[in-house]
Nanobody, 125 residues
Framework: QVQLVESGGGLVQAGGSLRLSCAAS????????MGWFRQAPGKEREFVAA????????YYADSVKGRFTISRDNAKNTVYLQMNSLKPEDTAVYYC??????????????????WGRGTQVTVSS
């Protein structure tokens, strides 16, 4: 089994930055894509970014491209989401997810097997 725990959310003003972390535990842990999704109140969950655990290939939603960067530390079993130039529309609960899937399916939340409990990100005007 795999356990995912997000951290790093909080309140920030527009234009500011936050870095989210997702620590994974459980063995074996291999051949996973890890992704970030977000969901605002009353809205549908949407894809944010994903990374191949071993190769480091990345994929971003158009809405965050150029502002967000996903990365991983294999030794620490941790994936990060660096969020810069934050906008009020980025406000949402951010979820970390992991699964066995390949490009170009990283954006499909239904293909991920494991999910964290989420961390709140609030961006004020």
């Amino acid at each position: 089994q795999v356990q995912l725990v997000e951290s790093g959310g909080g309140l920030v003003q527009a234009g500011g930055s936050l870095r989210l972390s997702c620590a994974a535990s459980g063995r074996p842990f291999s051949s996973y894509a890890m992704g970030w999704f977000r969901q605002a109140p009353g809205k549908e969950r949407e894809f944010v970014a994903a990374i191949n655990w071993w190769y480091g290939s990345t994929y971003y939603a158009d809405s965050v491209k150029g502002r967000f960067t996903i990365s991983r530390d294999n030794a620490k079993n941790t994936v990060y989401l660096q969020m810069n130039s934050l906008k009020p529309e980025d406000t949402a609960v951010y979820y970390c997810a992991a699964g066995v899937l390949r490009s170009p399916d990283e954006y499909r939340g239904d293909l991920y097997d494991y999910w964290g409990r989420g961390t709140q990100v609030t961006v004020s005007s």
